[in-house]
Protein backbone atom coordinates (compact mmCIF):
# COMPACT_ATOMS: atom_id res chain seq x y z
CA UNK A 1 0.00 0.00 0.00
CA UNK A 2 1.35 3.27 -0.77
CA UNK A 3 2.48 5.65 2.10
CA UNK A 4 0.00 8.32 1.75
CA UNK A 5 -2.70 6.09 1.67
CA UNK A 6 -1.30 4.90 5.18
CA UNK A 7 -0.81 8.82 6.12
CA UNK A 8 -3.96 9.50 5.54
CA UNK A 9 -5.68 6.16 7.45
CA UNK A 10 -3.35 7.11 10.29
CA UNK A 11 -4.79 10.50 10.13
CA UNK A 12 -8.52 9.64 10.14
CA UNK A 13 -7.63 6.97 12.70
CA UNK A 14 -6.04 9.79 15.13
CA UNK A 15 -8.91 12.60 14.72
CA UNK A 16 -11.51 10.14 15.79
CA UNK A 17 -12.99 9.89 11.79
CA UNK A 18 -13.13 6.02 12.45
CA UNK A 19 -13.47 4.27 15.60
CA UNK A 20 -13.89 0.94 16.97
CA UNK A 21 -15.70 -0.75 19.57
CA UNK A 22 -19.64 -1.73 19.36
CA UNK A 23 -22.13 0.67 17.88
CA UNK A 24 -25.95 0.50 17.29
CA UNK A 25 -26.57 1.57 14.01
CA UNK A 26 -30.17 3.09 12.68
CA UNK A 27 -30.66 -0.16 10.71
CA UNK A 28 -30.72 -1.96 14.21
CA UNK A 29 -27.15 -3.71 13.17
CA UNK A 30 -24.61 -3.69 15.52
CA UNK A 31 -21.12 -2.45 14.08
CA UNK A 32 -18.09 -2.59 15.60
CA UNK A 33 -16.68 0.54 14.00
CA UNK A 34 -18.14 4.04 13.14
CA UNK A 35 -17.11 6.44 10.82
CA UNK A 36 -17.83 10.07 11.25
CA UNK A 37 -16.27 12.32 8.96
CA UNK A 38 -17.29 15.75 10.22
CA UNK A 39 -15.01 16.86 12.76
CA UNK A 40 -12.14 16.53 10.30
CA UNK A 41 -12.70 19.89 8.95
CA UNK A 42 -10.94 21.34 12.15
CA UNK A 43 -7.68 19.52 10.86
CA UNK A 44 -6.25 21.27 8.17
CA UNK A 45 -3.39 19.26 7.59
CA UNK A 46 -5.61 16.79 7.20
CA UNK A 47 -8.05 18.24 5.00
CA UNK A 48 -5.28 18.63 2.78
CA UNK A 49 -4.05 15.51 2.84
CA UNK A 50 -7.29 14.19 1.17
CA UNK A 51 -7.70 17.14 -0.85
CA UNK A 52 -4.26 16.46 -1.92
CA UNK A 53 -5.58 12.63 -3.02
CA UNK A 54 -9.19 13.29 -4.50
CA UNK A 55 -7.06 15.83 -6.82
CA UNK A 56 -4.94 12.99 -7.42
CA UNK A 57 -8.12 10.46 -7.99
CA UNK A 58 -9.67 13.07 -10.04
CA UNK A 59 -7.25 14.01 -12.34
CA UNK A 60 -8.11 10.82 -14.14
CA UNK A 61 -11.56 11.80 -14.64
CA UNK A 62 -13.31 14.10 -17.23
CA UNK A 63 -15.40 17.08 -15.38
CA UNK A 64 -16.49 20.66 -16.33
CA UNK A 65 -17.38 21.17 -12.43
CA UNK A 66 -17.97 19.63 -9.06
CA UNK A 67 -19.63 19.81 -5.86
CA UNK A 68 -19.61 18.69 -2.50
CA UNK A 69 -22.53 17.04 -0.57
CA UNK A 70 -23.32 19.21 2.51
CA UNK A 71 -22.22 19.61 5.27
CA UNK A 72 -18.97 17.75 4.98
CA UNK A 73 -18.25 17.32 2.07
CA UNK A 74 -19.10 21.12 0.72
CA UNK A 75 -15.40 22.45 2.18
CA UNK A 76 -13.62 19.46 0.84
CA UNK A 77 -15.19 20.36 -2.58
CA UNK A 78 -14.01 23.39 -1.93
CA UNK A 79 -10.51 23.39 -1.66
CA UNK A 80 -10.62 20.92 -4.92
CA UNK A 81 -12.12 23.81 -6.80
CA UNK A 82 -9.56 26.04 -5.76
CA UNK A 83 -6.81 23.65 -6.70
CA UNK A 84 -8.39 22.43 -9.79
CA UNK A 85 -9.60 25.48 -10.54
CA UNK A 86 -13.04 23.92 -11.79
CA UNK A 87 -16.05 25.46 -10.65
CA UNK A 88 -17.35 24.72 -7.53
CA UNK A 89 -21.74 23.59 -7.16
CA UNK A 90 -23.76 23.07 -4.44
CA UNK A 91 -27.17 22.00 -3.66
CA UNK A 92 -28.30 23.48 -0.05
CA UNK A 93 -29.39 20.36 2.51
CA UNK A 94 -32.68 22.28 3.74
CA UNK A 95 -33.69 23.07 0.32
CA UNK A 96 -33.59 19.02 -1.64
CA UNK A 97 -36.90 18.06 -2.20
CA UNK A 98 -37.59 14.95 -4.24
CA UNK A 99 -37.62 15.78 -7.83
CA UNK A 100 -38.53 19.00 -7.36
CA UNK A 101 -35.31 19.94 -9.35
CA UNK A 102 -34.77 23.05 -7.56
CA UNK A 103 -31.70 25.19 -8.98
CA UNK A 104 -28.74 24.57 -7.60
CA UNK A 105 -26.52 27.23 -5.73
CA UNK A 106 -23.90 28.26 -8.78
CA UNK A 107 -23.12 28.77 -11.86
CA UNK A 108 -22.98 26.13 -14.35
CA UNK A 109 -24.14 25.19 -17.98
CA UNK A 110 -26.71 22.66 -18.90
CA UNK A 111 -25.64 19.36 -20.10
CA UNK A 112 -22.14 19.89 -18.34
CA UNK A 113 -20.43 16.77 -16.15
CA UNK A 114 -20.44 17.35 -12.60
CA UNK A 115 -18.16 15.35 -10.33
CA UNK A 116 -19.59 14.29 -7.20
CA UNK A 117 -17.63 14.48 -3.73
CA UNK A 118 -18.43 13.31 -0.64
CA UNK A 119 -17.39 11.88 2.87
CA UNK A 120 -18.62 8.66 3.38
CA UNK A 121 -20.37 5.55 1.28
CA UNK A 122 -22.89 3.81 3.32
CA UNK A 123 -25.91 2.84 1.22
CA UNK A 124 -25.47 5.28 -1.90
CA UNK A 125 -28.51 6.10 -1.27
CA UNK A 126 -27.95 9.70 -0.48
CA UNK A 127 -26.15 9.60 -3.16
CA UNK A 128 -28.44 8.67 -5.65
CA UNK A 129 -30.69 11.68 -4.18
CA UNK A 130 -27.82 13.94 -4.70
CA UNK A 131 -27.45 12.95 -8.42
CA UNK A 132 -31.17 12.69 -8.88
CA UNK A 133 -31.17 16.48 -8.04
CA UNK A 134 -28.16 17.67 -10.14
CA UNK A 135 -29.47 15.33 -13.05
CA UNK A 136 -33.02 17.52 -12.75
CA UNK A 137 -30.80 21.07 -13.05
CA UNK A 138 -29.71 19.81 -15.80
CA UNK A 139 -26.03 18.87 -15.40
CA UNK A 140 -24.80 15.39 -15.97
CA UNK A 141 -22.99 12.97 -13.49
CA UNK A 142 -20.54 10.01 -13.88
CA UNK A 143 -18.43 9.93 -11.38
CA UNK A 144 -18.77 9.93 -7.18
CA UNK A 145 -15.07 10.29 -5.59
CA UNK A 146 -15.50 9.45 -1.80
CA UNK A 147 -13.16 9.68 1.06
CA UNK A 148 -14.25 6.35 3.19
CA UNK A 149 -15.80 3.65 1.39
CA UNK A 150 -17.76 1.38 4.15
CA UNK A 151 -20.15 0.13 2.38
CA UNK A 152 -21.49 -3.67 1.69
CA UNK A 153 -21.78 -3.33 -2.12
CA UNK A 154 -21.86 0.58 -2.71
CA UNK A 155 -20.13 0.15 -6.13
CA UNK A 156 -22.61 -1.95 -7.55
CA UNK A 157 -25.27 -0.44 -6.38
CA UNK A 158 -24.34 2.88 -7.50
CA UNK A 159 -23.37 0.91 -10.94
CA UNK A 160 -26.92 -0.06 -11.50
CA UNK A 161 -27.43 3.54 -12.36
CA UNK A 162 -24.70 3.79 -14.26
CA UNK A 163 -22.33 5.93 -11.89
CA UNK A 164 -18.76 4.95 -11.29
CA UNK A 165 -17.44 4.71 -7.48
CA UNK A 166 -13.71 5.79 -6.54
CA UNK A 167 -12.83 5.65 -2.99
CA UNK A 168 -9.52 6.87 -0.69
CA UNK A 169 -9.84 4.14 1.16
CA UNK A 170 -12.14 1.23 1.98
CA UNK A 171 -12.46 -0.77 5.30
CA UNK A 172 -10.43 -3.03 4.78
CA UNK A 173 -7.51 -1.05 3.90
CA UNK A 174 -8.12 0.56 7.33
CA UNK A 175 -8.22 -2.74 8.84
CA UNK A 176 -5.04 -3.72 7.56
CA UNK A 177 -3.15 -1.11 7.78
CA UNK A 178 -4.41 0.16 11.77
CA UNK A 179 -3.69 -3.46 13.07
CA UNK A 180 -0.39 -4.06 11.25
CA UNK A 181 0.21 -0.77 13.54
CA UNK A 182 -0.65 -2.57 15.84
CA UNK A 183 -3.83 -0.08 16.86
CA UNK A 184 -6.54 -2.70 16.64
CA UNK A 185 -6.54 -5.79 17.69
CA UNK A 186 -6.75 -9.04 15.64
CA UNK A 187 -10.23 -9.76 17.03
CA UNK A 188 -11.44 -5.94 15.99
CA UNK A 189 -10.11 -6.88 12.54
CA UNK A 190 -11.76 -9.84 12.23
CA UNK A 191 -15.19 -8.36 13.61
CA UNK A 192 -14.80 -5.38 10.86
CA UNK A 193 -14.51 -8.36 8.26
CA UNK A 194 -16.97 -10.34 9.56
CA UNK A 195 -19.22 -7.50 9.74
CA UNK A 196 -18.69 -6.23 5.93
CA UNK A 197 -20.05 -10.04 4.81
CA UNK A 198 -23.13 -8.93 5.75
CA UNK A 199 -25.97 -8.26 4.19
CA UNK A 200 -26.73 -4.64 3.97
CA UNK A 201 -29.98 -4.64 5.71
CA UNK A 202 -31.62 -6.66 7.99
CA UNK A 203 -34.69 -8.39 6.01
CA UNK A 204 -38.29 -7.26 6.43
CA UNK A 205 -40.69 -9.19 8.05
CA UNK A 206 -43.33 -9.86 5.74
CA UNK A 207 -47.18 -9.31 6.77
CA UNK A 208 -47.00 -13.53 8.44
CA UNK A 209 -44.52 -12.23 10.37
CA UNK A 210 -45.98 -8.61 11.27
CA UNK A 211 -49.24 -10.75 11.99
CA UNK A 212 -47.27 -13.05 14.79
CA UNK A 213 -44.76 -10.18 16.15
CA UNK A 214 -45.13 -6.87 15.42
CA UNK A 215 -44.32 -5.19 18.20
CA UNK A 216 -47.97 -2.73 17.61
CA UNK A 217 -50.86 -4.03 18.48
CA UNK A 218 -52.16 -2.33 15.74
CA UNK A 219 -50.11 -3.46 13.40
CA UNK A 220 -50.41 -7.19 14.20
CA UNK A 221 -54.24 -6.57 13.51
CA UNK A 222 -53.96 -5.20 10.19
CA UNK A 223 -51.61 -7.50 8.91
CA UNK A 224 -53.76 -10.71 9.77
CA UNK A 225 -56.34 -9.01 8.66
CA UNK A 226 -54.79 -8.48 5.30
CA UNK A 227 -53.40 -11.98 5.15
CA UNK A 228 -57.38 -12.91 5.86
CA UNK A 229 -58.78 -11.17 3.08
CA UNK A 230 -55.66 -11.23 0.80
CA UNK A 231 -55.86 -7.71 0.14
CA UNK A 232 -53.80 -4.79 0.79
CA UNK A 233 -56.28 -2.03 -0.61
CA UNK A 234 -57.32 0.80 1.47
CA UNK A 235 -60.19 2.27 -0.21
CA UNK A 236 -60.19 6.59 0.07
CA UNK A 237 -63.76 6.86 0.48
CA UNK A 238 -64.22 10.81 -0.66
CA UNK A 239 -67.97 11.21 -0.96
CA UNK A 240 -70.41 13.72 0.72
CA UNK A 241 -73.39 11.96 2.11
CA UNK A 242 -73.90 9.22 4.38
CA UNK A 243 -76.16 7.61 1.12
CA UNK A 244 -73.14 7.66 -1.34
CA UNK A 245 -71.21 6.87 1.50
CA UNK A 246 -72.87 3.54 2.37
CA UNK A 247 -74.03 2.47 -1.41
CA UNK A 248 -70.00 2.02 -2.56
CA UNK A 249 -68.96 0.64 0.72
CA UNK A 250 -71.35 -2.04 1.45
CA UNK A 251 -70.69 -3.76 -1.92
CA UNK A 252 -66.63 -3.45 -1.91
CA UNK A 253 -66.38 -4.11 1.86
CA UNK A 254 -65.38 -7.58 0.86
CA UNK A 255 -62.34 -6.27 -1.48
CA UNK A 256 -60.49 -3.99 1.42
CA UNK A 257 -58.23 -3.48 4.10
CA UNK A 258 -59.26 -0.99 5.59
CA UNK A 259 -61.66 2.52 4.64
CA UNK A 260 -60.35 5.68 4.63
CA UNK A 261 -62.63 8.65 5.48
CA UNK A 262 -62.84 12.37 5.73
CA UNK A 263 -65.39 12.51 7.77
CA UNK A 264 -65.58 16.26 7.44
CA UNK A 265 -66.38 16.12 4.09
CA UNK A 266 -70.09 14.50 4.79
CA UNK A 267 -72.65 17.38 5.08
CA UNK A 268 -74.74 14.93 6.42
CA UNK A 269 -72.44 13.39 9.49
CA UNK A 270 -74.26 11.97 12.76
CA UNK A 271 -73.90 9.09 15.48
CA UNK A 272 -75.85 7.13 12.98
CA UNK A 273 -72.97 7.38 10.22
CA UNK A 274 -70.31 5.48 13.28
CA UNK A 275 -72.69 3.19 14.60
CA UNK A 276 -73.67 2.00 10.95
CA UNK A 277 -69.56 2.27 9.54
CA UNK A 278 -68.56 0.18 13.15
CA UNK A 279 -71.10 -2.74 12.77
CA UNK A 280 -69.44 -3.03 9.47
CA UNK A 281 -66.43 -2.85 9.82
CA UNK A 282 -67.33 -5.76 12.54
CA UNK A 283 -69.18 -7.16 9.78
CA UNK A 284 -66.81 -7.56 6.98
CA UNK A 285 -63.52 -7.39 8.80
CA UNK A 286 -61.87 -3.91 8.08
CA UNK A 287 -60.40 -1.41 10.09
CA UNK A 288 -61.18 2.55 10.08
CA UNK A 289 -58.48 5.08 8.62
CA UNK A 290 -59.73 8.97 9.38
CA UNK A 291 -57.48 10.78 7.40
CA UNK A 292 -57.61 13.66 9.70
CA UNK A 293 -53.89 15.10 8.94
CA UNK A 294 -53.17 16.52 12.55
CA UNK A 295 -51.36 19.40 11.83
CA UNK A 296 -51.62 21.84 15.28
CA UNK A 297 -50.06 22.22 18.31
CA UNK A 298 -50.98 19.42 21.30
CA UNK A 299 -53.57 21.34 22.79
CA UNK A 300 -55.32 21.71 19.80
CA UNK A 301 -55.25 19.18 17.91
CA UNK A 302 -56.15 16.86 20.99
CA UNK A 303 -60.01 18.90 21.10
CA UNK A 304 -60.10 17.94 17.19
CA UNK A 305 -59.31 14.16 17.74
CA UNK A 306 -61.91 13.96 21.33
CA UNK A 307 -63.97 16.76 20.64
CA UNK A 308 -65.95 18.40 18.65
CA UNK A 309 -68.98 17.09 16.37
CA UNK A 310 -67.14 13.98 14.94
CA UNK A 311 -65.43 12.59 18.65
CA UNK A 312 -63.08 10.98 15.81
CA UNK A 313 -60.49 9.47 18.75
CA UNK A 314 -64.03 7.44 19.50
CA UNK A 315 -64.50 5.49 16.48
CA UNK A 316 -61.50 5.70 14.30
CA UNK A 317 -58.60 2.65 14.52
CA UNK A 318 -55.71 4.92 12.91
CA UNK A 319 -54.94 8.37 12.03
CA UNK A 320 -53.12 10.45 10.09
CA UNK A 321 -50.35 13.07 11.64
CA UNK A 322 -48.34 15.77 10.04
CA UNK A 323 -44.84 16.39 12.04
CA UNK A 324 -44.67 19.71 11.40
CA UNK A 325 -45.34 20.94 15.27
CA UNK A 326 -42.94 18.33 16.64
CA UNK A 327 -43.74 15.10 18.88
CA UNK A 328 -45.80 17.64 21.13
CA UNK A 329 -48.20 16.47 18.45
CA UNK A 330 -48.33 12.79 19.27
CA UNK A 331 -48.39 13.71 22.56
CA UNK A 332 -51.23 16.10 22.45
CA UNK A 333 -52.99 13.13 20.46
CA UNK A 334 -52.84 10.52 22.10
CA UNK A 335 -51.56 10.68 25.48
CA UNK A 336 -54.54 9.20 28.27
CA UNK A 337 -56.69 8.01 25.54
CA UNK A 338 -59.42 5.47 26.15
CA UNK A 339 -59.00 3.26 23.60
CA UNK A 340 -56.11 2.66 21.23
CA UNK A 341 -55.94 4.54 18.02
CA UNK A 342 -52.37 4.32 15.62
CA UNK A 343 -50.89 6.66 14.01
CA UNK A 344 -49.39 7.30 10.38
CA UNK A 345 -47.20 9.75 10.09
CA UNK A 346 -47.12 11.75 6.44
CA UNK A 347 -43.52 11.62 5.71
CA UNK A 348 -44.01 12.42 1.88
CA UNK A 349 -47.01 13.38 -0.17
CA UNK A 350 -48.04 12.70 -3.63
CA UNK A 351 -49.12 16.24 -4.54
CA UNK A 352 -47.02 17.75 -7.19
CA UNK A 353 -44.74 20.29 -5.70
CA UNK A 354 -45.09 19.61 -2.16
CA UNK A 355 -43.02 21.69 0.08
CA UNK A 356 -41.80 18.45 2.09
CA UNK A 357 -38.23 17.95 1.74
CA UNK A 358 -35.56 15.10 1.54
CA UNK A 359 -34.62 16.70 5.16
CA UNK A 360 -38.12 17.06 6.67
CA UNK A 361 -38.74 13.34 5.69
CA UNK A 362 -35.93 11.96 7.26
CA UNK A 363 -36.61 13.91 10.43
CA UNK A 364 -40.53 12.52 10.11
CA UNK A 365 -39.59 9.28 10.01
CA UNK A 366 -37.04 9.82 12.64
CA UNK A 367 -40.00 11.50 14.80
CA UNK A 368 -42.35 7.69 14.46
CA UNK A 369 -39.42 5.93 15.34
CA UNK A 370 -38.89 7.66 18.68
CA UNK A 371 -42.78 6.87 19.49
CA UNK A 372 -43.08 3.55 18.12
CA UNK A 373 -45.83 2.82 21.11
CA UNK A 374 -48.41 5.37 18.81
CA UNK A 375 -46.90 5.33 15.52
CA UNK A 376 -47.55 2.18 13.51
CA UNK A 377 -46.63 3.90 9.80
CA UNK A 378 -46.01 6.04 7.43
CA UNK A 379 -47.51 7.86 4.71
CA UNK A 380 -45.20 7.86 1.83
CA UNK A 381 -44.86 8.36 -2.26
CA UNK A 382 -42.67 8.09 -4.78
CA UNK A 383 -43.51 8.96 -8.12
CA UNK A 384 -40.97 5.82 -9.58
CA UNK A 385 -40.30 2.53 -7.40
CA UNK A 386 -36.28 3.54 -7.08
CA UNK A 387 -38.07 6.42 -5.36
CA UNK A 388 -40.42 4.45 -3.26
CA UNK A 389 -37.83 2.05 -2.24
CA UNK A 390 -35.24 4.48 -1.25
CA UNK A 391 -38.14 6.29 0.91
CA UNK A 392 -38.85 2.70 2.28
CA UNK A 393 -35.23 1.84 3.38
CA UNK A 394 -35.15 4.54 5.73
CA UNK A 395 -38.41 3.70 7.46
CA UNK A 396 -38.33 0.50 10.60
CA UNK A 397 -39.13 -2.45 9.08
CA UNK A 398 -41.61 -3.37 11.26
CA UNK A 399 -43.87 -0.34 10.40
CA UNK A 400 -46.08 0.22 7.67
CA UNK A 401 -45.99 2.00 4.67
CA UNK A 402 -49.14 3.44 3.00
CA UNK A 403 -49.25 4.84 -0.54
CA UNK A 404 -51.78 7.01 -1.87
CA UNK A 405 -51.71 8.53 -5.52
CA UNK A 406 -52.56 5.29 -7.00
CA UNK A 407 -54.17 4.69 -10.30
CA UNK A 408 -54.54 2.76 -12.94
CA UNK A 409 -56.04 4.72 -15.34
CA UNK A 410 -54.54 8.36 -15.26
CA UNK A 411 -51.04 9.85 -14.43
CA UNK A 412 -52.99 12.87 -12.46
CA UNK A 413 -56.11 14.84 -11.72
CA UNK A 414 -55.44 18.36 -12.77
CA UNK A 415 -55.36 19.66 -9.05
CA UNK A 416 -51.74 18.18 -8.73
CA UNK A 417 -52.21 15.23 -7.45
CA UNK A 418 -49.56 12.48 -9.00
CA UNK A 419 -50.25 8.77 -10.01
CA UNK A 420 -48.29 5.56 -10.26
CA UNK A 421 -49.68 2.32 -10.97
CA UNK A 422 -50.88 -0.18 -7.69
CA UNK A 423 -48.18 -2.66 -9.08
CA UNK A 424 -45.14 -0.35 -8.81
CA UNK A 425 -46.17 1.26 -5.59
CA UNK A 426 -45.99 -2.37 -4.20
CA UNK A 427 -42.97 -3.40 -5.48
CA UNK A 428 -40.95 0.10 -4.52
CA UNK A 429 -42.17 -1.05 -0.97
CA UNK A 430 -45.32 -0.09 -0.24
CA UNK A 431 -47.35 -2.51 2.33
CA UNK A 432 -50.81 -0.87 0.89
CA UNK A 433 -51.91 1.36 -1.14
CA UNK A 434 -55.11 3.84 -0.81
CA UNK A 435 -56.80 4.13 -4.21
CA UNK A 436 -60.04 6.79 -4.11
CA UNK A 437 -61.54 7.82 -7.24
CA UNK A 438 -59.54 5.45 -9.19
CA UNK A 439 -62.20 2.99 -7.93
CA UNK A 440 -65.22 5.72 -7.02
CA UNK A 441 -65.28 6.78 -10.39
CA UNK A 442 -65.19 3.57 -12.52
CA UNK A 443 -68.39 2.83 -14.14
CA UNK A 444 -68.35 -0.49 -12.13
CA UNK A 445 -66.82 0.16 -8.55
CA UNK A 446 -66.80 -3.52 -7.68
CA UNK A 447 -64.86 -4.58 -10.61
CA UNK A 448 -62.05 -2.41 -10.34
CA UNK A 449 -61.65 -2.44 -6.29
CA UNK A 450 -61.10 -6.08 -7.40
CA UNK A 451 -58.39 -5.41 -10.10
CA UNK A 452 -56.72 -3.16 -7.75
CA UNK A 453 -56.96 -5.56 -4.70
CA UNK A 454 -55.24 -8.65 -7.26
CA UNK A 455 -52.50 -5.98 -8.86
CA UNK A 456 -51.30 -4.82 -5.30
CA UNK A 457 -51.90 -8.46 -3.96
CA UNK A 458 -49.92 -9.78 -6.67
CA UNK A 459 -47.55 -7.30 -6.26
CA UNK A 460 -47.21 -8.06 -2.51
CA UNK A 461 -46.37 -11.68 -3.56
CA UNK A 462 -43.48 -11.19 -6.08
CA UNK A 463 -41.77 -8.92 -3.65
CA UNK A 464 -41.59 -11.55 -0.95
CA UNK A 465 -44.07 -9.74 1.23
CA UNK A 466 -46.23 -12.10 2.85
P1 LIG B 1 -57.53 9.63 -5.02
O1 LIG B 1 -58.93 9.86 -5.42
O2 LIG B 1 -57.05 8.18 -5.15
O3 LIG B 1 -56.57 10.64 -5.67
O4 LIG B 1 -57.56 9.94 -3.46
C1 LIG B 1 -56.40 9.87 -2.67
C2 LIG B 1 -56.76 10.04 -1.21
O5 LIG B 1 -55.58 9.98 -0.44
C3 LIG B 1 -57.42 11.37 -0.85
O6 LIG B 1 -58.34 11.12 0.18
C4 LIG B 1 -56.31 12.23 -0.34
O7 LIG B 1 -56.75 13.11 0.66
C5 LIG B 1 -55.36 11.21 0.26
N1 LIG B 1 -53.94 11.58 0.15
C6 LIG B 1 -53.31 11.77 -1.05
O8 LIG B 1 -53.88 11.65 -2.10
N2 LIG B 1 -51.98 12.12 -1.08
C7 LIG B 1 -51.27 12.27 0.05
O9 LIG B 1 -50.07 12.55 -0.02
C8 LIG B 1 -51.95 12.06 1.27
C9 LIG B 1 -53.26 11.71 1.28
BR1 LIG B 1 -51.03 12.23 2.80
Not at 227 to 251: C, G, M, Q, Y
Not at 273 to 300: M, Q, S, Y
Request: aromatic residues 8%; charged residues 25%; positive net charge.
Amino acid sequence: MNTVKEELIRALYDTGAVRFGSFKLKSGLTSPFYVDLRAIISYPAVMDLIARELIRLSRELRFDCLTGIPYTALPVGAIVSDRLKKPLVYQRKESKAYGTGKSLEGHYQAGQTCLVIDDVMTTGESKIEAAESLTAAGLKVRDFVIIVDRSFNGRAFLEEYGYKLHALVTMEEMVTVLSEKGLISAGQKQAVRDFMQQPPRAQRPGLEGMARSAPAAFNRTLAALALEKKSNLILSLDVTTKKAFFDLLEPLAGQIAMVKTHVDILEDFDEGFVRRLRKLARDEHFLIFEDRKFADIGNTVRHQFRDGLYHIADWADCVTVHPLPGPGILSGLFEGLHRPVAAFILAAMSARGTLISDNYTRRAIEMGREHRQWVAGFIGFGREKAHIERLRAKMPSDSFMLMPGVNLRQKGDGLGQQYVSAAEAVAGGADFIIVGRGILRAEEPLAEARAYREQAWRALLERGGL
